[in-house]
Nanobody
Framework: QVQLMESGGGSVEAGGSLTLSCAASGVTYKSSCMGWFRQTPGNEREGVASICTDGTLTYYADSVKGRFTISVDNAENNLKLQMNSLRPEDTALYSC?????????????????????WGQGTQVTVSS
């Protein structure tokens, strides 16, 4: 049984940094993708970053390229999202997700369609 739990959200000023963590159990990293998604009220969930096959493949939304870094610590069963140069538009509920590599890649690593396990989310608020 896969279980995901996010932590590390909070409130920061624009230009600041936060690191989100996702404690993952039951995930086989070599055959899975894990991703970070975000959602604001009234909007669809948006793919932020994804990492696949034990960390060898990474994908980023254009809006976060160069600012966010996704990584996975296999030994600690932990997915991280380092967020730098935060902007007010990064404010959202951030969730981690996991899914089989073949399905995620076929449906798009930043699409929600390939992921079948989700955490509850952690709120990130960036003030101007």
């Amino acid at each position: 049984q896969v279980q995901l739990m996010e932590s590390g959200g909070g409130s920061v000023e624009a230009g600041g940094s936060l690191t989100l963590s996702c404690a993952a159990s039951g995930v086989t990293y070599k055959s899975s993708c894990m991703g970070w998604f975000r959602q604001t009220p009234g909007n669809e969930r948006e793919g932020v970053a994804s990492i696949c096959t034990d960390g060898t493949l990474t994908y980023y939304a254009d809006s976060v390229k160069g600012r966010f870094t996704i990584s996975v610590d296999n030994a600690e069963n932990n997915l991280k999202l380092q967020m730098n140069s935060l902007r007010p538009e990064d404010t959202a509920l951030y969730s981690c997700a996991a899914g089989p590599w073949s399905v995620v890649v076929a449906r798009g690593p930043l699409s929600t369609l390939g992921y079948n396990y989700w955490g509850q989310g952690t709120q990130v608020t960036v003030s101007s």
